[in-house]
Nanobody, 127 residues
């Protein structure tokens, strides 16, 4: 069992920056692929970024590539999302997710393969 808790959301102006954190409790955190997803009102949850267990491989959606950076500190059981040059369309609830088990499929893993989810943190970009 893994418990995830996001923090760092808030209100930011267009072009600003924000850093989200996701603390994980449980076993074998370093072996989990970690991902960030977001969901805007009336829309489906969508992939934002993912990072491999060792932090050597990352993936980003086209909409955030070049603006967002995912990182992890396995010693602290924490994954981060650095968001720069924020746009109004980035407004959403951001969810941290963990995929347990040995990875051997497509990269990045699809949403359905993530086993654990945080409750989300609201990010609002004001225009």
């Amino acid at each position: 069992q893994v418990h995830l808790l996001e923090s760092g959301g808030g209100l930011v102006q267009v072009g600003g920056s924000l850093t989200l954190s996701c603390g994980a409790s449980g076993r074998t955190f370093s072996g989990h692929v970690m991902g960030w997803f977001r969901q805007a009102p009336g829309k489906e949850r969508e992939f934002v970024t993912a990072i491999s267990g060792g932090g050597l491989t990352t993936s980003y959606s086209d909409s955030v590539k070049g603006r967002f950076t995912i990182s992890r500190d396995n010693a602290k059981n924490t994954v981060y999302l650095q968001m720069n040059s924020l746009k109004p369309e980035d407004t959403a609830v951001y969810f941290c997710a963990a995929r347990s088990g040995i990875f051997g499929g497509m990269w990045p893993p699809p949403l359905s393969e993530y086993d654990y989810w945080g409750q989300g943190t609201q990010v609002t970009v004001s225009s």
